[in-house]
């Protein structure tokens, strides 16, 4: 067992529900047993219960639970920074041609590595991921993230339609590809599965059939697409589905949206839409750089909460603009702010809720991870920034611990998490700063 000694915060409720719903210890304790939390509270109450247990002490640091990205891209890593063009065109010119290297297992392994890193470097230990189009570098993705230890749902994009030709496969053999890494990796150690149609512009009636065959035959499995991200797509996908009374509907027909569904972006939804996905429980994952970078759209938070949608924080790499959850939630700040009376003002335990807990929720891992609570795993990330930086002198004077993690959302980088812990596992440790090398 080891006792942790941290300043910490955590939400196990609520904050757009519960008005306490920020937990923080200043000098706590967590007692971890076999990746366990089984004990939390002041840092002195678990040290005279427990005088002999090992103490590792990060104070001078803010201790979170570990992130959840509920959408990013495993094959965009190589491609963030394709600024300036909208959806379609970004597709075409940044997003495709590099996916289409992924038939190619060292490129997939390459590409695997510098993903799996990004995120655990950012502080993010479970992420809902798009695959590739091509099954082997699925595979190999897994393999990597295995090897890790990062929690990852992930699945085989499946389209048969207007991308480019290398990318489409049919409805029958995305079933057998499925079906072959569902009984491979759902399940194995930390993986889950994902069913992913790319978004329906690029999935036929056909293959949206072949991922509710799917889903229906291993009913744990998890499901994500993208939906309602910029107009264009949602024009194109009327005239695509001309029986389906909306972009959801396209989904919701093939019997695809359910309480596991997760479904990118939602930036322009009407209020239709907004109450099936209540109903069904069905997560929208906002991904605010993303949106502001392609140009797509200001979120509706305040319209999603209130039709009951559950939401959650995703960085959508390569059209987001890197792993950070923290600058996703800062961005979500920034798009509530610039909408004014239509926005939901958000404080900062409703950004560290949306960074974690409403992640777990997402992904049905709630009782697993998502906050600090007794029996949860111990999934963590230490932000302790480097001493002479501008933020460990801000978090130096900040007056409480809930005004540090503000600082932290405002200012953090990737360079400010100092370790991160899957399951009590340290998976990442922050090494001195190398030389710097030409690119
Ligand atoms: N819609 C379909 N594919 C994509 C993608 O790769 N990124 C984003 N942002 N939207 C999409
Ligand atoms: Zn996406």
């Known amino acids: 067992m080891t006792i942790y000694r941290a300043t910490y915060l955590h939400t196990p ?29 002041p840092y002195a109450d678990l040290r005279a219960a427990h005088p002999a247990e090992p103490v590792e002490d990060l104070r001078g640091g803010l201790l979170l639970p570990g992130f959840v990205d509920t959408h990013v891209h495993f094959p965009q890593v190589r491609i963030i920074g394709g600024l300036g063009v909208p959806l379609l065109d970004w597709l075409d010119r940044y997003a495709l041609p590099e996916e289409a ?22 502080g993010t230990t479970t992420a809902l991921v798009f695959g590739s189009h091509f099954a082997s570098a699925v595979d190999v993705l897994f393999q990597e993230a295995s090897r890790v230890g990062l929690r990852t749902v992930a699945g085989q994009v499946v389209s048969d339609r207007m991308l480019r030709p290398e990318l489409h ?17 759902h399940g194995t150690g930390r993986n889950l599965y994902a069913v992913t149609p790319r978004f329906s512009l690029s999935a036929s009636e056909g293959i949206l059939e072949s991922c509710a065959a799917l889903m229906n035959e291993f009913p744990d499995v998890r499901f994500t697409s993208h939906i309602n991200e910029n107009l264009k797509e949602i024009e194109t996908v009327r005239e695509l589905f001309p029986e389906s009374r909306d972009y959801l509907d396209t ?30 429980g069905c997560t929208a994952a906002h991904c605010p750089c993303s949106n502001a970078a392609l140009g797509s759209g200001l979120f509706p938070l ?8 559950p939401v959650s924080l995703g960085s959508d790499v390569g059209g987001g603009t890197g792993f950070s959850l923290l600058k996703e939630g800062l961005q979500a700040y920034f798009m509530q702010q610039l909408l004014g009376a239509d926005g939901e003002p958000l404080s900062p335990a409703h950004l560290l809720y949306l960074c974690t807990r409403a992640g777990a929720q997402a992904l049905g891992l709630e009782g697993e991870i998502g906050d600090f609570s007794v029996g949860k795993a111990f999934d963590a990330v230490l932000f302790r920034p480097p001493v002479g930086s501008t933020l460990h002198t801000v978090l130096q004077h ?28 340290g998976i990442y440790s922050r090494s001195p700063a190398p030389e710097a090398a030409p690119l």
Do not use: C
């Open 13 to 41: 409720a609520n904050p757009f529900e519960a008005d306490q719903a920020l937990n923080i210890q200043e000098d706590g304790g967590l007692l971890v047993q076999n990746g366990r939390i089984v004990q939390s509270g």
């Open 101 to 122: 290297k992924f038939g190619d297992d060292a490129y997939a392994a390459a590409v695997a590595r510098e993903f799996v890193a990004g995120l655990t470097r950012s």
């Open 398 to 425: 900040a007056h409480t611990p809930e005004r540090a993690l503000a600082s932290l959302f405002a200012s953090g980088t990737q360079s400010d998490v100092e370790s991160v812990w899957i399951a009590g596992e």
């Open 302 to 309: 305040k319209r999603h909460l209130k039709a009951g949608v």
């Open 251 to 280: 989904y919701e027909r093939a019997g695809l949206i359910l309480r596991r569904s997760v479904l990118a972006h939602n930036v322009h939804p009407s209020e239709r839409e907004l109450g099936a996905m209540a109903a069904h």
């Open 169 to 185: 496969t049919t409805p029958e053999r995305a079933y057998q590809e499925g079906r072959a890494l569902i009984e491979k990796w």
